[in-house]
């Protein structure tokens, strides 16, 4: 599973970060996807090939920031899908 950050919501953050796979399948990555932490503050926002994968959260936004919640855009209902840890 490949993903990226594209926006960050913190200072001194960068965005970019991914996946190491994302050189190679990043072309398929468009399902959107946010994290947030356990009080629902939105850190980051991002693209990957799955939609319903922890790995942005497991790699990425729980061991560097705390991010417990990750959400996908779900295109039926036009909202964003909540997956806790």
């Given at each position: 599973m490949a993903?990226?950050?594209t926006k960050n919501m913190l200072p001194?953050?960068?965005s970019g970060v991914r996946s190491s796979l994302f050189e190679k399948y990043g072309d398929?990555?468009?399902?959107?996807f946010r994290l947030y932490d356990d009080d629902?503050?939105?850190y980051f926002e991002g693209?990957?090939?799955s939609n319903s994968s922890f790995a942005p959260l497991d790699d990425y936004g729980m061991p560097g920031?705390?991010?417990t919640e990750i959400r996908y855009w779900e295109k039926v209902?036009?909202?964003w899908g909540?997956?806790?840890l």
């Open positions: 993903w990226k950050i001194g953050t960068v398929k990555a468009t399902h959107r629902s503050t939105l693209v990957s090939t920031y705390g991010c209902g036009n909202k909540w997956y806790p």
